[in-house]
């Protein structure tokens, strides 16, 4: 999953942010407002973590801007304690959530979960695509009841893929969003090829059907036509 981590304290920028990859996240940092307003006009995430109180611009701005242009992106507005109108501000501009400093990565990594549960999953805690059963809380893919290996970026692609079920999706979507500002600098598409390769041979081998239908010229398709 791919997070923006809006934050303008350093040190709670670092630490955060190597929390989040620890955990698996794909996580891109902003520490200011003009930073995120640039990433956000350019790249579309999963989650975005916002704190409200930054020095070149009003958090609340920013949240209406990223809902124009992606309404679904789940959002977790961060806040002082005493900043109750800006928060319930912040809820009714649609964001999902929100959490005072100080806070508990660990919860910060619960509510992270408990967004993109509801936003992706529609509350729930796996996603089932025929024989394809996928466990985002464990990072775990079954096929016919059986336990798949994947590699962190196969597993990726797979839960991309199966969220975005009977979409295409062009090779640039998919690099930015399992690669982030990486992808920018591929001088090609070849390390995706690899990857889907060896994702649809791991399925097939379970005994699984490939379902990723590649539209030449643009990108894949995951669909059972």
Not at 106 to 113: D, H, P, T, Y
Not at 130 to 156: R, S
Not at 159 to 175: C, D, G, M, S
Not at 186 to 211: C, E, M, P, W
Request: glycine letters at 6%; aromatic letters at 10%.
């Amino acid at each position: 999953m791919k997070i923006l981590l809006v934050e303008d304290e350093v040190n709670l920028l670092n630490t955060t942010s190597d929390y989040l990859r620890k955990e698996g996240y794909l996580c891109e940092e902003a520490p200011s407002y003009l930073a995120a307003e640039d990433k956000i006009a350019t790249h579309q995430y999963d989650v975005v973590i916002l704190d409200l109180t930054l020095p070149d611009g009003n958090g609340l701005d920013l949240l209406h801007k990223l809902k124009a242009l992606y309404p679904d992106t789940g959002v977790l507005i961060v806040s002082a304690r005493n900043s109750l109108d800006d928060r319930l501000t912040g809820l009714d501009l649609g964001a999902d959530d929100y959490i005072t400093k100080p806070f508990f990565l660990a919860e910060l990594n619960s509510r992270i979960n408990a967004i993109i549960r509801r936003r992706q999953f529609s509350g729930n805690c796996t996603v089932q695509f025929n024989e394809i059963e996928v466990l985002p809380d464990a990072m775990q893919v079954k096929v016919n009841g059986n336990l798949l290996e994947l590699t962190k970026k196969e597993y990726d692609l797979l839960l991309y893929f199966v969220t975005n079920k009977n979409r295409v999706l062009t090779r640039e979507a998919i690099a930015e969003h399992s690669w982030g500002d990486h992808a920018d600098s591929a001088d090609n598409f070849d390390y995706i090829y690899s990857h889907i390769k060896n994702l649809r041979r791991k399925i097939v081998q379970a005994g699984g059907t490939d379902y990723l239908h590649t539209v030449y010229g643009v990108g894949y398709k995951f669909s059972s036509i």
